[in-house]
Nanobody, 114 residues
Framework: QVQLVESGGGLVQPGGSLRLSCAAS????????MGWYRQAPGKQRDMVAA???????NYADSVKGRFTISRDYAKNTVSLQMNSLKPEDTAVYYC????????WGQGTQVTVSS
């Protein structure tokens, strides 16, 4: 079993920054990729950013140039630096780990509002 604990969400004004972190623990034998999805009220859960074991990254078009994903292999953590935040970035952000199956975190709320 794998446990994911997210941190770093909160309320920020438009144009501000937040950094999300996700720590994975438990029976982690092979991780192929880690990343983030988000879900706004009334909408589906969408991919935000992902990073593979080969350091290949992928971003949603809506966050390219503003968000940066990074990974600490020694600590089994993945972080998402979010800059130039917009109200439309408001959502619950979910961390995931892709191994033999997908594991999800509980989610952390990000609210961008003045």
């Amino acid at each position: 079993q794998v446990q994911l604990v997210e941190s770093g969400g909160g309320l920020v004004q438009p144009g501000g920054s937040l950094r999300l972190s996700c720590a994975a623990s438990g029976s982690i034998f092979s991780i192929n990729a880690m990343g983030w999805y988000r879900q706004a009220p009334g909408k589906q859960r969408d991919m935000v950013a992902a990073i593979t074991n080969r350091e290949s990254t992928n971003y949603a078009d809506s966050v390219k140039g503003r968000f940066t994903i990074s990974r600490d292999y020694a600590k089994n953590t993945v972080s998402l630096q979010m800059n130039s935040l917009k109200p439309e970035d408001t959502a619950v952000y979910y961390c995931y780990v892709l191994g033999p199956r997908v594991y999800w975190g509980q989610g952390t709320q990000v609210t961008v509002s003045s």
